[in-house]
């Protein structure tokens, strides 16, 4: 018989419909009717628990409103840390590069003659091509590739292998 109430569609699973279907056989009746009589006997329940359903809702509601109040006081807080610790690593930069021009200056002599190794040799006054015997010599690479060949004269970037006397690129 057609009505004027409102319809909630409900999924259920192939159990709860079998047993639904069987429990409206044996009663003489639909599982419709059968779930509408469940629902009336548990209204008194819901209604029940309405009221703090409401209040826990609220509660959490407020609660995320004060956390997110925590989290920005929060945020500012650190960013006022952050912008203290950047400044204290700027003034630890700053005096770091002062005692580093400091202490080259006193590495080089008065008159600018240029960096002393630490072997004792002063290197700033050689020129890039010689070698470490003082002769010049243009055609080798720098000290650190020193033995190392180019099969095409160093434009491939590609260093040459000997093996067992033989050189291969």
Avoid at 87 to 99: C, K, N, P, V, Y
Wanted: proline share 5%; charged share 20%; glycine share 12%.
């Amino acid at each position: 018989m057609p009505t004027k109430l409102p319809r909630i569609n409900v999924t259920v699973t192939q159990a709860q419909h079998g047993l639904l279907l069987e429990l409206g056989r044996l009663q003489g009746r639909s599982a419709s009717s059968l779930l509408r009589e469940l629902l009336d006997a548990t209204t008194p329940t819901l209604q029940a628990l309405l009221p703090a359903m409401r209040t826990a809702a609220d509660l959490t509601n407020k609660a995320a409103g004060e956390l997110a109040s925590v989290q920005d006081a929060t945020r500012e807080a650190v960013r006022g840390s952050l912008g203290q610790v950047e400044a204290q690593w700027e003034l630890a930069g700053l005096a770091l590069d002062d005692a580093l021009q400091e202490a080259f200056a006193g590495s080089c002599d008065d008159a600018g003659a240029g960096v002393v190794s630490g072997d004792g040799e002063d290197r700033s006054e050689r020129p890039a091509s010689e070698d470490r015997s003082g002769a010049a010599n243009p055609t080798q690479p720098p000290y650190s590739n020193t033995g190392v060949s180019f099969a095409d004269g160093g434009r491939s970037g590609r260093p040459v292998r000997a093996t067992s006397g033989s050189v291969s690129g």
